[in-house]
């Protein structure tokens, strides 16, 4: 092989090897600037799989709205089977929105399921579906579950996730759906205090849809007592339309649009789906990351908007000690 022949070929490989050095590089600044992270929940209003265009117009649109989110970690609630989990998994990554770790787990009731989709790995997976209450003498399982996830954002840095569904405002013929919601949510608080019990300042966030409003008892159930060091602070989403942001995201003198849910036999607007988080959170949470998503026909989707809330990434803190859950099953991540 002549000289020259073998020029050339060095000189075609060279853009090829500076290509691999920038990503290389770009991959790492990547890594080392990240600041924040973003956690979100969508309920998905039954999405199951089929084929059919009412169908595939349900799920552009959730893959729309779910990219417009761009959350690190996205809770979604309402998901059908794993089959529609893969599905939707594969939608979001032709989109260029990839979740390389994710978690379903199958509700009691077998159709309203419950998953996690993560940029980050999922560490430690704990499904509480075994969780009873006692009402009317008789006990009873969550029916939805909560699911609960350590996300490993770096090496040194990690936060834990509290996923749930409550039980919905429809009447039953057996039981009150006002008792068992807070049932539901006394199960929920409980798991609450075990982490505040083992870590006061521990990093973790509870959002779902918890069918309720901010003032119901099943809602300040969830939160605690409001002067105790163990409340955790409501991340209240709202449309960013230009409102000023306070500090405080107080209610009253702070009007701002919050709706998350659209009851159409009622044509009534509420605030139904939540993202709460820790004290330890609260020097880290970012108000001008947090909103619920505008989404152009949004119903198209599902009768719930999606909501968002960022925090800053700590310098000090590091990762939270391996922890397990009673009882509860524990199981390695799917993917």
């Known amino acids: ?31 080392l600037s990240q600041t924040n992270f973003i ?29 417009q989110m761009n959350a690190d970690v996205l809770g979604l609630v309402e ?13 979001l990554k032709r989109s260029g929105m990839d979740y390389p770790h994710y978690e379903w787990m199958r509700s009691n009731d077998g159709r309203l399921n419950l998953v996690i989709f993560s940029r980050y790995p999922l560490k430690e997976i704990v499904r509480h579906t075994q969780d009873k209450y006692v009402l009317d003498e008789r006990s009873y399982s969550l029916r939805r579950g909560i699911l609960e996830a350590t996300v ?36 929920l608080r409980g798991k609450v205090e075990k982490i505040l019990e083992e870590d006061p300042e521990a990093d973790f966030v509870v959002m779902g849809d918890l069918n309720d409003h901010y003032s119901s008892l099943p809602i300040r159930t969830i939160l605690g007592t409001p ?24 209610r009253g003198k702070f ?4 709706w998350t849910y659209f009851y159409s036999k009622e044509d009534s607007y509420s605030r139904l789906d939540y993202i709460l988080y ?30 968002r809330a960022g925090f800053t990434l700590p310098v000090a803190k590091k990762a939270q000690k391996s922890r397990t859950s009673g009882k509860s099953s524990l199981k390695p991540t799917l993917k």
């Open 1 to 31: 092989m002549s000289f020259r022949i073998k020029y050339r070929s060095a000189k075609f490989k060279l853009p090829a090897l500076w290509l691999g050095v920038f990503l290389f590089l770009w991959c790492g600044v990547s890594l």
């Open 39 to 67: 956690v979100g929940v969508y309920n998905v209003e039954k999405y199951e799989l089929e084929k059919n265009e009412e169908f595939a117009n349900k799920s552009r649109k959730t893959v729309q709205s779910i990219c």
């Open 79 to 91: 998901m059908g089977s794993l089959a529609s989990t893969t599905y939707l998994l594969d939608e």
């Open 152 to 187: 490993e954002v770096t090496d040194s840095y990690s936060f834990t996730v509290l996923l749930t569904h409550l039980k919905s405002q429809l009447e039953s013929t057996k039981l009150d759906q006002r008792e068992v919601r807070l049932e539901e949510a006394k199960l």
């Open 227 to 250: 002067v105790g060091k163990r409340r955790l602070l409501d991340a209240r989403p709202i449309e960013q339309i230009g409102d000023s942001l306070p500090e405080e995201r107080t």
């Open 255 to 258: 009007r701002s649009i919050a």
């Open 278 to 307: 820790s004290p330890g959170l609260r020097t880290q949470f970012q108000p001008e990351e947090t909103r619920v998503e505008v989404v152009p026909n949004w119903g198209v989707a599902s009768d719930h908007r999606p909501i």
